[in-house]
Protein backbone atom coordinates (compact mmCIF):
# COMPACT_ATOMS: atom_id res chain seq x y z
CA UNK A 1 0.00 0.00 0.00
CA UNK A 2 1.61 3.21 -1.26
CA UNK A 3 2.11 5.91 1.58
CA UNK A 4 -0.48 8.50 2.52
CA UNK A 5 -3.08 6.54 0.25
CA UNK A 6 -6.32 5.10 1.98
CA UNK A 7 -8.50 2.35 1.14
CA UNK A 8 -12.27 3.61 1.34
CA UNK A 9 -15.30 0.72 1.86
CA UNK A 10 -18.84 1.55 1.01
CA UNK A 11 -22.20 -0.32 0.25
CA UNK A 12 -25.87 -0.20 -0.27
CA UNK A 13 -26.32 3.11 -2.55
CA UNK A 14 -29.23 1.55 -3.64
CA UNK A 15 -29.63 3.92 -6.57
CA UNK A 16 -32.41 3.51 -8.60
CA UNK A 17 -35.49 3.78 -6.02
CA UNK A 18 -37.62 4.56 -4.48
CA UNK A 19 -38.06 7.55 -7.11
CA UNK A 20 -36.08 9.04 -9.96
CA UNK A 21 -35.59 12.47 -8.01
CA UNK A 22 -34.49 10.83 -4.61
CA UNK A 23 -32.39 8.86 -6.69
CA UNK A 24 -30.70 11.74 -8.64
CA UNK A 25 -30.15 13.54 -5.19
CA UNK A 26 -28.26 10.18 -3.88
CA UNK A 27 -26.48 10.23 -7.08
CA UNK A 28 -24.99 13.55 -6.32
CA UNK A 29 -23.96 12.79 -2.84
CA UNK A 30 -22.10 9.80 -4.13
CA UNK A 31 -20.40 11.21 -6.66
CA UNK A 32 -19.35 14.50 -4.03
CA UNK A 33 -18.12 11.57 -1.88
CA UNK A 34 -15.82 10.23 -4.45
CA UNK A 35 -14.34 13.75 -5.44
CA UNK A 36 -13.53 14.15 -2.03
CA UNK A 37 -11.34 11.08 -1.78
CA UNK A 38 -9.99 11.00 -4.84
CA UNK A 39 -7.05 12.36 -4.47
CA UNK A 40 -6.05 9.92 -1.68
CA UNK A 41 -7.55 6.85 -2.57
CA UNK A 42 -5.34 3.62 -3.14
CA UNK A 43 -8.86 1.33 -3.87
CA UNK A 44 -12.32 1.84 -3.56
CA UNK A 45 -14.06 -1.49 -2.65
CA UNK A 46 -18.27 -0.57 -2.95
CA UNK A 47 -19.96 -3.59 -1.48
CA UNK A 48 -23.02 -4.45 -2.55
CA UNK A 49 -26.31 -2.96 -3.75
CA UNK A 50 -24.74 -0.43 -5.28
CA UNK A 51 -27.71 -0.13 -7.71
CA UNK A 52 -31.18 -1.49 -6.52
CA UNK A 53 -31.54 -3.53 -9.67
CA UNK A 54 -28.66 -4.53 -12.66
CA UNK A 55 -29.25 -7.04 -15.33
CA UNK A 56 -27.15 -6.85 -17.61
CA UNK A 57 -28.54 -7.92 -21.40
CA UNK A 58 -26.53 -8.99 -24.10
CA UNK A 59 -27.24 -5.27 -25.33
CA UNK A 60 -28.87 -3.37 -22.76
CA UNK A 61 -28.44 -2.42 -18.79
CA UNK A 62 -30.63 -0.77 -16.77
CA UNK A 63 -30.46 3.55 -17.69
CA UNK A 64 -29.85 6.14 -15.59
CA UNK A 65 -26.64 6.75 -13.12
CA UNK A 66 -24.66 7.97 -15.76
CA UNK A 67 -22.79 11.09 -13.47
CA UNK A 68 -21.96 7.81 -11.10
CA UNK A 69 -20.91 5.52 -13.67
CA UNK A 70 -18.75 8.08 -15.28
CA UNK A 71 -16.83 9.63 -11.78
CA UNK A 72 -15.68 5.85 -11.26
CA UNK A 73 -14.32 5.65 -15.02
CA UNK A 74 -12.67 8.75 -14.48
CA UNK A 75 -11.63 7.31 -10.85
CA UNK A 76 -10.46 4.19 -13.06
CA UNK A 77 -8.49 6.46 -15.42
CA UNK A 78 -6.67 8.05 -12.44
CA UNK A 79 -5.29 4.35 -11.57
CA UNK A 80 -7.15 3.87 -8.56
CA UNK A 81 -8.63 0.24 -8.13
CA UNK A 82 -12.20 0.01 -8.54
CA UNK A 83 -13.65 -3.48 -6.93
CA UNK A 84 -17.30 -4.23 -6.71
CA UNK A 85 -19.21 -6.90 -4.91
CA UNK A 86 -22.39 -8.42 -5.73
CA UNK A 87 -25.08 -7.96 -3.73
CA UNK A 88 -28.53 -9.58 -3.42
CA UNK A 89 -30.27 -6.48 -5.33
CA UNK A 90 -27.06 -6.17 -8.18
CA UNK A 91 -26.22 -10.16 -8.34
CA UNK A 92 -26.28 -9.84 -11.98
CA UNK A 93 -23.54 -8.08 -12.48
CA UNK A 94 -21.84 -9.78 -15.10
CA UNK A 95 -19.11 -8.39 -17.58
CA UNK A 96 -20.05 -4.90 -18.60
CA UNK A 97 -18.55 -2.92 -15.74
CA UNK A 98 -15.22 -5.03 -15.63
CA UNK A 99 -15.16 -3.64 -19.37
CA UNK A 100 -16.06 0.00 -19.22
CA UNK A 101 -14.47 0.17 -15.75
CA UNK A 102 -11.54 -1.98 -15.98
CA UNK A 103 -13.26 -2.73 -12.03
CA UNK A 104 -13.08 -6.10 -10.55
CA UNK A 105 -16.30 -7.77 -9.82
CA UNK A 106 -16.84 -10.06 -6.42
CA UNK A 107 -19.44 -12.73 -6.39
CA UNK A 108 -18.98 -13.67 -2.59
CA UNK A 109 -15.87 -13.02 0.18
CA UNK A 110 -12.59 -11.54 -0.35
CA UNK A 111 -9.60 -12.00 1.72
CA UNK A 112 -7.17 -9.36 1.80
CA UNK A 113 -3.98 -8.32 3.66
CA UNK A 114 -3.03 -4.36 3.48
CA UNK A 115 0.06 -3.38 5.70
CA UNK A 116 -0.02 -5.73 8.75
CA UNK A 117 -3.80 -6.11 8.48
CA UNK A 118 -6.34 -9.28 7.26
CA UNK A 119 -9.73 -8.46 5.76
CA UNK A 120 -12.81 -10.69 5.48
CA UNK A 121 -15.31 -8.83 3.00
CA UNK A 122 -18.25 -9.71 1.69
CA UNK A 123 -21.61 -8.19 1.17
CA UNK A 124 -23.65 -9.90 3.70
CA UNK A 125 -26.30 -11.28 2.59
CA UNK A 126 -27.14 -15.71 2.80
CA UNK A 127 -24.28 -15.81 5.62
CA UNK A 128 -24.89 -16.52 9.50
CA UNK A 129 -28.09 -18.31 11.05
CA UNK A 130 -31.29 -18.60 9.76
CA UNK A 131 -32.85 -16.81 6.70
CA UNK A 132 -33.12 -20.79 4.80
CA UNK A 133 -35.93 -18.81 2.16
CA UNK A 134 -33.44 -16.24 1.03
CA UNK A 135 -30.34 -18.63 0.87
CA UNK A 136 -32.43 -21.15 -1.41
CA UNK A 137 -33.39 -18.04 -3.49
CA UNK A 138 -30.30 -16.85 -3.98
CA UNK A 139 -28.79 -20.18 -5.52
CA UNK A 140 -31.56 -20.17 -7.65
CA UNK A 141 -31.46 -16.05 -8.98
CA UNK A 142 -27.37 -16.72 -9.29
CA UNK A 143 -27.82 -20.20 -11.09
CA UNK A 144 -27.34 -19.77 -15.26
CA UNK A 145 -30.75 -21.57 -16.53
CA UNK A 146 -32.72 -18.41 -14.18
CA UNK A 147 -30.18 -16.17 -15.78
CA UNK A 148 -30.57 -17.60 -19.33
CA UNK A 149 -34.35 -17.32 -18.43
CA UNK A 150 -34.46 -13.74 -17.45
CA UNK A 151 -32.62 -12.80 -20.37
CA UNK A 152 -35.50 -14.42 -22.75
CA UNK A 153 -38.01 -11.66 -21.04
CA UNK A 154 -37.82 -7.81 -22.98
CA UNK A 155 -35.59 -5.44 -20.98
CA UNK A 156 -38.74 -2.94 -20.82
CA UNK A 157 -40.49 -5.34 -19.03
CA UNK A 158 -38.11 -7.17 -17.01
CA UNK A 159 -36.33 -4.26 -15.70
CA UNK A 160 -39.82 -2.42 -15.07
CA UNK A 161 -41.36 -5.16 -13.12
CA UNK A 162 -37.85 -5.76 -10.71
CA UNK A 163 -38.02 -1.47 -10.49
CA UNK A 164 -41.64 -1.91 -8.90
CA UNK A 165 -40.69 -5.17 -6.93
CA UNK A 166 -37.56 -2.34 -5.77
CA UNK A 167 -40.08 0.23 -4.75
CA UNK A 168 -41.82 -1.85 -2.40
CA UNK A 169 -38.62 -2.76 -0.20
CA UNK A 170 -38.13 -1.62 3.41
CA UNK A 171 -34.66 0.37 2.12
CA UNK A 172 -36.87 1.97 -0.62
CA UNK A 173 -39.77 3.20 1.79
CA UNK A 174 -36.24 4.86 3.90
CA UNK A 175 -37.25 2.60 7.13
CA UNK A 176 -34.06 2.53 9.11
CA UNK A 177 -32.81 -1.05 11.30
CA UNK A 178 -32.58 -1.48 14.41
CA UNK A 179 -29.56 -2.66 16.26
CA UNK A 180 -29.97 -6.03 18.08
CA UNK A 181 -28.02 -7.89 20.97
CA UNK A 182 -25.09 -9.15 19.58
CA UNK A 183 -25.84 -12.53 19.95
CA UNK A 184 -29.27 -11.86 17.85
CA UNK A 185 -26.84 -9.76 15.13
CA UNK A 186 -26.54 -12.84 12.22
CA UNK A 187 -23.13 -11.18 10.63
CA UNK A 188 -21.69 -10.97 14.42
CA UNK A 189 -22.50 -14.59 15.00
CA UNK A 190 -20.95 -15.51 11.53
CA UNK A 191 -17.77 -13.26 12.14
CA UNK A 192 -16.95 -15.31 15.34
CA UNK A 193 -17.40 -18.65 13.67
CA UNK A 194 -14.80 -17.57 11.03
CA UNK A 195 -12.58 -15.90 13.37
CA UNK A 196 -12.32 -19.28 15.44
CA UNK A 197 -11.07 -20.84 12.49
CA UNK A 198 -8.69 -18.16 11.45
CA UNK A 199 -7.59 -14.74 12.61
CA UNK A 200 -9.13 -11.45 11.22
CA UNK A 201 -8.18 -8.15 12.05
CA UNK A 202 -11.69 -6.62 9.87
CA UNK A 203 -15.06 -8.57 8.83
CA UNK A 204 -16.56 -5.64 6.65
CA UNK A 205 -20.08 -6.18 5.35
CA UNK A 206 -22.94 -4.49 3.94
CA UNK A 207 -26.29 -5.39 3.99
CA UNK A 208 -27.66 -5.17 6.99
CA UNK A 209 -28.36 -1.10 6.40
CA UNK A 210 -26.82 -0.37 9.74
CA UNK A 211 -23.47 1.30 10.40
CA UNK A 212 -21.83 -1.07 13.18
CA UNK A 213 -18.36 -1.16 14.88
CA UNK A 214 -18.55 -4.18 16.90
CA UNK A 215 -15.53 -5.56 18.71
CA UNK A 216 -15.51 -9.57 18.17
CA UNK A 217 -11.94 -9.97 21.14
CA UNK A 218 -8.76 -11.09 19.93
CA UNK A 219 -7.89 -7.97 18.31
CA UNK A 220 -10.51 -7.98 15.52
CA UNK A 221 -13.58 -6.01 14.95
CA UNK A 222 -16.79 -6.35 13.04
CA UNK A 223 -17.48 -3.25 10.94
CA UNK A 224 -21.12 -2.91 9.09
CA UNK A 225 -21.03 -0.44 6.26
CA UNK A 226 -24.78 1.07 6.80
CA UNK A 227 -26.33 2.26 3.77
CA UNK A 228 -26.56 5.81 1.63
CA UNK A 229 -30.93 6.24 1.91
CA UNK A 230 -30.48 7.59 6.06
CA UNK A 231 -26.71 7.33 7.10
CA UNK A 232 -24.23 8.11 4.23
CA UNK A 233 -21.62 5.93 6.07
CA UNK A 234 -18.57 4.46 4.83
CA UNK A 235 -15.31 3.15 6.36
CA UNK A 236 -11.52 4.37 5.38
CA UNK A 237 -7.93 2.41 6.25
CA UNK A 238 -5.05 4.33 6.01
CA UNK A 239 -2.54 1.57 6.50
CA UNK A 240 -2.93 1.36 10.45
CA UNK A 241 -6.65 1.60 11.41
CA UNK A 242 -9.61 1.38 10.25
CA UNK A 243 -12.64 4.28 11.09
CA UNK A 244 -16.37 4.42 10.43
CA UNK A 245 -17.41 7.70 9.07
CA UNK A 246 -20.27 9.44 7.50
CA UNK A 247 -20.51 12.26 5.07
CA UNK A 248 -22.82 15.52 4.99
CA UNK A 249 -24.64 13.93 7.55
Known sequence: M?????IYFASDFHLGVPTYE?????ESRIVRWLDTIKEDAAEIYLMGDIFDFWFEYATAVPKGFVRFL????ELADAGIKLILFKGNHDMWMFGYLQQELGATIIADELIITRGAKRFYLHHGDGLGPGDAKYKFLKKFFRSKFCQWLFARVHPNLGIGLALKWS????IANGKKEWRK?????WLVVYSKE???KEHFDYFIFGHRHLPLDIDLGH????INLGEWVNYNSYAVFDGNRLELKTFEL
Open 70 to 73: GKLA
Open 22 to 26: KSRER
Open 2 to 6: VADKK
Open 194 to 196: QLA
Open 219 to 222: GSRY
Open 181 to 185: DAEQE
Open 167 to 170: RNSR
